[in-house]
C-alpha cells in the first residue's frame, strides 16, 4: 500500500521515484478538478506538487507531506509540515500545484520556505468512489497560483494554516515507510 506523502521507499531514490510517481499521479487529479492548472502549469516558470494529509481537531490542525519541484528542468525534493488554528474536525488527504508564473515567486518559496493561507470548506471523498462534495481551492497570490484537491477523507474546517518547506533528499529521511 503506498502511503500518500510519505515518500515511500528503503532508499533515498526509491523514495525520490515514489515521489515523483505520486505527484505525478495527483496532478493529473488536480488537471481533473481545475482545467486551468494545466494551463498555468504550461507556463510557469516552475511549479511544485505536493501530497500529504490534514488533521483538523477542534481548535488546532497538523499535517503534513512531501513535494517535488519542477524548475527548467530540473527536480528538486521538499517536505512540508502544516499547522494551524481556527474551527475544525477531520482528516483528509490532499494534494496542490504551486505555479510560480515569476521567478521572485519561485526564489521566495525556496529561501523562506514560508506560506499562509485561510481556508475555509467541507469536505468529503472516499479513494476510488469518484465522489467528492468539496469547495477545492485555488488562489492566484503573488505571483502564485495554487490549485488544491481532497484526495480522500472528510473534514469541516475553517483555520488560517501556516505551511513550512524545506528541503530533502531523502538521504537522512524522519519519515521512514515502506511498501
Known amino acids: 500500500m503506498v502511503l500518500l506523502g510519505c515518500a515511500t521507499g528503503d532508499t533515498p531514490e526509491s523514495k525520490k521515484a515514489n515521489a515523483r510517481k505520486e505527484t505525478q499521479e495527483a496532478l493529473q487529479e488536480i488537471y481533473k478538478e481545475h482545467p486551468a492548472a494545466k494551463t498555468a502549469v504550461a507556463?510557469?516558470?516552475?511549479?511544485?506538487?505536493c501530497t500529504g494529509s490534514n488533521s483538523y481537531l477542534f481548535a488546532l490542525s497538523t499535517g503534513g507531506g512531501v513535494c517535488v519541484l519542477s524548475e527548467k528542468g530540473a527536480t528538486s525534493y521538499y517536505r512540508f509540515a502544516t499547522g494551524g488554528v481556527g474551527a475544525g474536525i477531520g482528516w483528509k488527504q490532499v494534494a496542490f500545484v504551486q505555479a510560480f508564473m515569476k521567478a521572485d515567486a519561485v526564489k521566495r518559496f525556496k529561501e523562506s520556505g514560508y506560506e499562509?493561507?485561510?481556508?475555509?470548506?467541507?469536505?468529503a471523498k472516499y479513494e476510488e468512489s469518484g465522489d467528492q462534495a468539496s469547495a477545492n481551492q485555488s488562489a492566484d497570490?503573488?505571483?502564485?497560483?495554487?490549485?488544491?484537491v481532497n484526495l480522500m477523507g472528510a473534514a469541516a474546517q475553517a483555520t488560517v494554516q501556516g505551511y513550512k518547506y524545506w528541503p530533502t533528499d531523502f538521504s537522512d529521511d524522519f519519515m521512514e515507510h515502506k511498501e
Open 43 to 49: 507556463e510557469a516558470v516552475a511549479h511544485v506538487v
Open 116 to 123: 499562509g493561507q485561510a481556508q475555509a470548506e467541507a469536505s
Open 141 to 148: 497570490l503573488d505571483g502564485v497560483k495554487t490549485y488544491q
